[in-house]
RNA sequence: GCGGGGGUGCCCGAGCCAGGUUAAAGGGGGCGGACUCAAGAUCCGCUGGCGUUGGCCUGCCCGGGUUCGAAUCCCGGCCCCCGCACCA
């Protein structure tokens, strides 16, 4: 078992056969140590054979990997090892993200002794001494970039490690490569600046990001809201914040909360009414405030204002729900549609006193009546009042039920609701409101009776106790992904990639279109500062977009010890002319010191090794990360250089269910590595799924399996190589067929990455199908045939299981490492259609003869097939011929019949009636001597294994049995005596 | 709601785009047998129902349709998963 403690109850593994498992485990270690020596995947630029760039998205490093990354990055290295046994030179480099928040934010909350982030870390195995040294996000960074590389290389991943690196400052080559990018990008126009809202802290006067504030607010941010401005008969305007802006419609009095404490400020020149925490935040939002008194909620309950659309006269009203330090303050109240407003107003009018209090006659509620203005299906009548009751809310203080409740008739009324016409009139009614939302809003404020803000969602603190609001930052910066011509380019090159699977294609499309501009700076995160404005930090997806082409140079960049190359005299002429080629290396090496010559190697790398042709990823970075990378490619490098190919895989899910620590099914890389060993893993995570979006399952009893099945091919095939005698027979041209059929599908499976279906037809129907040979050939097997399918079998595994493949190769007696052996060719010439027809004759007339044995109990003497005779293989090509023509089948047949010569009419009739009942006969249509041959041949396997006598007898000879007389080509008759 | 992906036998899962060779590959699990003192491993068989000559019935979410023929094509419906953004 693992010896990594987790205080969560992971689920117990399948059994496993320890002995075997250390075997592979010896194998992994050896092959490992030998790929590493002879320096097997450091690929350098060849002119003389042709390139293959696969990528893997590098995985942020906070954790150590686990399956769900084992499983993405194995379908990019069994892409590797294909395409290299296929000859290609490939390149297969991998670094690793540290850049943005949760990093940052994990480490101060080590120092702080949060509880919840040690627990985290002690889980995956880090003993209680190493703890305080996770206080530093930059140990963060070094601890698990090893422990990743640990883990990948014990997975046997293909790697070119001399190219690995990793992002952020903490790394200045990478860091002046993504400097250089923004420079470039700037240069082009395609940087701009625009204001953006931010979590802000007033006491500390900086953004407050996650690792800024206590766990529990955590992801908590900005949100779009509306104020909307109700002009009291006092002179007061009554700011009413709102997310559903377009139920101004309904408002029918205004909420105010009569135990708070209000502000009155002028607010843009007006005289508004509000709470402090409102007055802060718009402050911040570019208006100016200026507070000029303060108002007790309860004096301004019972005051009176006008809706600005209906033009309706409301009362300010009390409701303890509405709290003055959040939003506004002051909310508008629509009953038909709002839960709270519901429960507000039935409050007021089960107790008078609630109102009497504040020397209110009960009476003011009389014109209060809620107004419906959005039809949803599932609503007949008020939907507030109908989830009010259904929930059972007692009252405006049950606020678990009412968030529910508001939360249901919000998502419902958003997609599903359509707004009445005879209150929205014709530019609004019968529309949905996610439709109109937009451009209600914008009529609101072009008519300056609304106002859009921001706010957050409910309250956020900040490390230093301080309660945060959301201000408007002016200096953000921006990618310009609104371009249309940035746009326009990104299309171009999605029309030209190719996806794996092809579905994704329009999702990109559709994705470039629907990109907005892009906030791409942050502060104070780790990341690299932008060149320009040194304060900024580029945020974590906009500083990974084009770092493919930093592999091609990290070979020398991340090698001072080697090249001597200054890090600190690299610029952005050395970058323009190694990845772009503009300027002049002379001069370039006179700036940076480095060597003319070795820049021009740079270049050459470059050149040679891009475009990335292949990057292959979960699902998750669609929508996200791979567009990026398309948007920054076309904006950056000439067309020949755009990206060639993505691919991209579903999750893996463990044993059929999402991978979490509460369900027990979450397993680290190291963990399965150290259970099932690396192949064992890797045949799981292969046999979990193929590409396409559905996810993978990797089943823990695979994996156990994979263990068995691997070391005895392992003793299989070096106990069998070079075994088998000397006889050619009938069945080992089946099988050579199926062998080379085999390769053939496999082949096609592995370039589009169907890693499971490679399996299943490579490795299990393969296994299956050599079975059925020994078995038909009694036992024995042909020693060319048996040693082309040691062969053949091993390559096929080759990728997925390259350890044990290795093994197998040296000790079969081959000298080169087999991932460096040439991917077998298909020998067509092998490949017999005539020869598998006519064994799947055998095959089905066996289990033919079971079925019928079975049913006759009885005891069986003798078994006679009948061979058919000639002229009825004649009669079926002519009918089979006819029937592809006419797509008719009686057609065909008695077009046939016609051609028959006089004296076998009466038994093509039989025929025809025979073929008629079984049709599948035309599909086994071989020559008679093939089928002949295969039924010769299958005699013997026949009475070993039924039992009794088989004979096969020609149907001339058997004129007086009528059984006999149906004999059919593809289906010989059976006469048991 | 929009966009995307799905719903197949005890479980997982291929097939579906290009309809017939599909009672439906393959794997897992289960059951039985051989081997063994025994367990494990391995091998063989069974794993929808009925049937004493290779057959029949039922069957791929539900309901219709097209077709000689539908898991596959078309229409309608139900259900599940993912994305809808400033971020890993």
């Avoid at 509000?274 to 208006?287: K, M, P, S, T, V």
């Avoid at 508008?332 to 209090?357: N, Q, T, W």
């Avoid at 929930?391 to 409740?405: C, M, N, P, Y």
Wanted: with cysteine; proline share 6%.
């Amino acid at each position: 078992m693992s010896v990594i403690a987790s205080n969560n109850q992971r689920m117990k593994f399948p059994e496993v056969n320890a002995e075997r498992r250390d075997f592979l485990r010896k194998v992994e270690e050896k092959w490992q140590r030998r790929w590493e020596e002879s320096g097997l995947f450091e690929a350098d630029p060849d002119p003389s054979r042709p390139k293959f760039f696969v990528t893997f998205p590098y995985p942020y490093i906070n954790s150590f990997p686990h399956l769900g990354t084992a499983y993405t990055v194995l379908r990019v290295d069994i892409l590797a090892r294909f395409k290299r046994m296929q000859g290609f030179n490939v390149l297969f480099p991998q670094g690793w993200h540290a850049t943005g928040g949760p990093i940052v934010a994990a480490a101060l909350r080590v120092r702080e002794g949060d509880e919840k982030q040690i627990r985290i870390l002690k889980s995956i195995g880090i003993p209680d001494s190493e703890i305080p040294k996770f206080r530093d996000p930059e140990y963060w960074v070094e601890f698990f970039r090893k422990g990743f590389k640990q883990d990948f290389s014990r997975y046997g991943l293909s790697i070119d490690w001399r190219r690995e690196f990793f992002t952020t400052y903490l790394n200045p080559p990478y860091s002046k490569f993504i400097q250089w990018q923004y420079t470039v990008l700037r240069e082009k126009g395609l940087i701009t600046r625009g204001s953006h809202p931010v979590v802000w802290c007033p006491k500390e006067h900086k953004v407050v990001g996650d690792h800024d504030r206590p766990d529990e607010y955590a992801g908590i941010g900005p949100e779009r809201v509306v104020i909307i401005k109700f002009k009291g008969e006092d002179g007061l305007v009554y700011p009413c914040l709102t997310y559903r802006p377009e139920t101004v419609y309904g408002a029918v009095n205004i909420w105010v909360n009569p135990e708070s404490k209000y502000l009155v400020a002028e607010v843009d020149g007006e005289k508004w009414v509000i709470g402090e925490y409102g007055a802060r935040e718009l402050a911040d939002q570019d208006h100016s405030v200026k507070i000029v008194g303060e108002v007790k909620g309860s004096e301004l309950v019972g005051r009176f204002a006008r809706n600005p659309v209906t033009g309706w006269r409301i009362p300010v009203l009390p409701a303890y729900f509405v709290q003055a330090d959040a939003g506004t303050g002051i909310v508008m109240s629509v009953p038909a549609h709002a839960p709270y407003d519901f429960a507000g107003l039935e409050d007021l009018k089960k107790d008078p006193y609630l109102l009497e209090k504040f020397g209110l006659d009960p009476a003011i509620l009389d014109a209060v009546r809620p107004v419906k203005l959005i039809d949803v299906e599932e609503y007949g009548g008020l939907p507030a009042e109908e989830v009010v009751r259904r929930l059972g809310v007692t009252s405006q203080f049950d606020r678990e039920k009412l968030e529910e409740a508001t939360k249901e008739v919000y998502s419902k009324e958003f997609y599903k609701g359509v707004l009445k016409p005879e209150v929205f009139g014709e530019r609004w009614g019968g529309r949905k409101v996610f439709e109109v939302k937009e451009d209600v809003v914008e009529n609101l404020v072009s008519r300056g009776i609304a106002l859009r803000h921001y706010t957050l969602p409910s309250p956020v603190y900040c490390r230093c106790g301080a309660r945060t609001h959301v201000k408007l930052v002016k200096d953000q910066w921006f990618l310009r992904y609104s371009d249309p011509e940035w746009k326009r380019r990104a299309h171009e090159c999605i029309d030209r990639m190719r996806f794996v699977p092809e579905e994704v294609r329009q999702e990109f499309h559709r994705l470039v279109d629907w990109y907005e501009d892009w906030a791409c700076t942050h502060e104070r995160e780790l990341g690299t500062p932008l060149p320009w404005d040194e304060r900024w930090v580029l945020e974590s997806l906009s500083d990974s977009t084009i770092y493919m082409a930093y592999y091609t140079l990290a070979k020398y960049l991340q090698h001072p010890e080697k090249y001597g190359i200054d890090w600190s005299k690299l610029n952005n002429e050395f970058f323009d002319y190694v990845l772009l080629g503009k300027g002049d290396p002379g001069s370039v090496a006179e700036r940076t010191g480095i060597p003319k010559e070795l820049l021009e190697e740079m270049r050459k790398e470059f050149l040679y090794w891009y475009p990335v042709d292949m990057r292959v990823s979960g699902k998750d970075l669609i929508g996200n990360h791979l567009v990026f990378f398309i948007m920054h490619h076309v904006a950056i490098f000439p067309e020949e250089h755009w990206p060639r190919g993505i691919g991209v895989n579903g999750w893996v899910l463990v044993a059929g269910k999402k991978m979490s620590k509460s369900a027990g099914n979450f397993i680290l890389l190291r963990e399965a590595l150290e259970y099932w060993g690396a192949d064992a893993t890797r045949f799981a995570e292969a046999y979990a799924g193929n590409s396409g979006l559905d996810d993978g399952n990797f089943e823990p009893e695979v994996a156990s399996k994979a263990v068995d099945l691997l070391y005895e091919w392992y003793e299989f095939a070096v106990n069998n190589y070079g075994k088998g005698d000397e006889n050619r027979r009938f069945v080992d041209d089946w099988f050579e067929s199926v062998l080379y059929r085999t390769l053939e599908k496999v082949t096609k499976e592995y370039e589009e990455l169907n890693t499971k279906n490679v399996l299943v037809e490579g490795f299990f129907n393969l296994q299956n199908a050599y079975r059925w040979y020994v078995k038909r050939r009694g036992g024995t097997a042909n020693k060319e045939v048996l040693k082309k399918f040691v062969e053949i079998q091993t390559l096929i595994l080759a990728p997925i299981t390259p350890h044990i493949a290795e093994e197998i190769w040296e000790a079969t007696g081959h000298k080169e490492f087999i991932s460096r052996t040439s991917w077998p060719a298909v020998d067509k010439s092998k490949i017999k259609d005539e020869v598998e027809k006519a064994e799947s004759i055998v095959v089905k007339l066996y289990e033919d003869i079971q079925e019928v044995l079975k049913l006759k109990k009885s005891g069986v003497e003798r078994i006679t097939i009948v061979a058919p005779s000639k002229w009825k293989y004649g009669f079926l090509e002519g009918v089979k011929r006819r029937y592809s023509t006419y797509g008719k089948l009686s057609q065909a047949i008695s077009e046939t019949i016609k051609e028959v010569e006089p004296s076998l009419k009466p038994a093509a009739g039989q025929l025809a009636s025979l073929i008629q009942k079984n049709p599948e006969v035309l599909d086994l249509l071989v020559s008679p001597e093939a089928e002949q041959k295969a039924l010769s041949d299958a005699l013997e396997f026949l009475k070993d294994s039924l039992g009794v006598p088989v004979e096969l007898v020609a149907e001339e000879e058997l004129r007086e049995n009528p059984r006999a007389r149906t004999t059919l080509p593809g289906r010989p008759s059976i006469i048991l005596s």
